[in-house]
Structure formats: structure tokens, C-alpha cells
Nanobody
Framework: QVHVVESGGGLVQPGGSLRLSCAAS??????MGWYRQAPGKQRERVAI???????YYADSVKGRFTIVRGNDKDTIVLQMNSLKPEDTAVYYC??????????WGQGTPVTVSS
């Protein structure tokens, strides 16, 4: 059984930083990444890290967010710097297995406000 667990998030002032972590277990994963969904908007892809080391960033976060492997197996970290109010959203971790299945975490809220 696949489990995807997120941690981090919370309230931060504009210009601040937050760190999100995601740990997956129960399968062999070909990629892990982050999506976000703001109120009233569609879920959008933020950053993806493949098992081969390829990285994708949405244009809106390039230069501010960094996705890296965590210290533990099948974990990733999203370091978010220079946060803006428009980064406010629920952030979801997504993982994809080599068998082609996709799994989601429960989501963690990020609020950027003064």
C-alpha cells in the first residue's frame, strides 16, 4: 500500500521562507513533486523531480523555489523562498510509480500574509 505524507507549511509573511517535506512509501517511484491549489483556482504543477534527476519548475516559482531529494529514501523537500501572497494555496505532494500509478498526499496549507 502506498502512503504519501506531507509536512511543513503554515503562515509566513511576504518575503519569508517555508520548507515542505514529502515522504512516500510502498512502491518504487519514478517521480515525486508538488502541486498547489489556491481558492477558486485549478490545481497547478509547481515542481517535479524525477528519479533520474530531471527537474521541472513552474515559471511562477523559478528562482524562488527549489526541489531536492531528502535525506531519507523516497523523500523530497520543497524549499520556498521570497514567498508572495499569490503563493498562498494548499500544497499537495504527488508521486508516480514505475507502474504508472499516481498518488497524492492529503495537502498542507501555505498562507503568505502580513
Amino acid at each position: 500500500q502506498v502512503h504519501v505524507v506531507e509536512s511543513g507549511g503554515g503562515l509566513v509573511q511576504p518575503g519569508g521562507s517555508l520548507r515542505l517535506s514529502c515522504a512516500a512509501s510502498g512502491s518504487i517511484f519514478s517521480f515525486m513533486g508538488w502541486y498547489r491549489q489556491a481558492p477558486g483556482k485549478q490545481r497547478e504543477r509547481v515542481a517535479i523531480l524525477s528519479s533520474g534527476g530531471n527537474v521541472y519548475y513552474a515559471d511562477s516559482v523559478k528562482g524562488r523555489f527549489t526541489i531536492v531529494r531528502g535525506n531519507d529514501k523516497d523523500t523530497i523537500v520543497l524549499q520556498m523562498n521570497s514567498l508572495k501572497p499569490e503563493d498562498t494555496a494548499v500544497y499537495y505532494c504527488q508521486t508516480g510509480t514505475i507502474g504508472g500509478y499516481v498518488y497524492w498526499g492529503q495537502g498542507t496549507p501555505v498562507t503568505v500574509s502580513s
